[in-house]
């Protein structure tokens, strides 16, 4: 069974810093990619980054130049590097974790961690 545990939500203020991480049950490898979303009060589940079994990655535009996603294979973990912080930034992250078999998405999901940003 597949476990992905979140950590490192914070309140920190706007223009500050904070990094996420997503410890993987196992090998990362096994997942076709991994990559956070996040889910504002009233709002839409929406991709934020991923990052392929490959090492390719993929930003939601809202994001890009202020966020890095990284992964350090022998701990089977994933990161979220986030930089820039803005009030709108605040949600709940969740990690996720994805595989193909026969053409189907199958999807995996962390708890969440919660990021609020103050103005």
């Known amino acids: 069974q597949v476990q992905l545990v979140e950590s490192g939500g914070a309140l920190v203020q706007a223009g500050g810093s904070l990094s996420l991480s997503c410890a993987a049950s196992?090998?990362?490898?096994?997942?076709?990619?991994m990559g956070w979303y996040r889910q504002a009060p009233g709002k839409q589940r929406e991709m934020v980054a991923d990052?392929?079994?490959?090492?390719?990655?993929n930003y939601a535009d809202f994001v890009k130049g202020r966020f890095t996603i990284s992964r350090d294979i022998s701990k089977n973990t994933v990161y979220l590097q986030m930089n820039s912080l803005k009030p709108e930034d605040t949600a709940v992250y969740f990690c996720?974790?994805?595989?193909?078999?026969?053409?189907?998405?199958?999807?995996?999901w962390g708890r969440g961690t919660q990021v609020t940003v103050s103005s």
């Open positions: 996720n974790a994805h595989t193909l078999e026969r053409a189907k998405r199958y999807d995996y």
């Open positions: 990052i392929t079994r490959g090492g390719d990655t």
């Open positions: 196992g090998s990362i490898f096994s997942f076709r990619a």
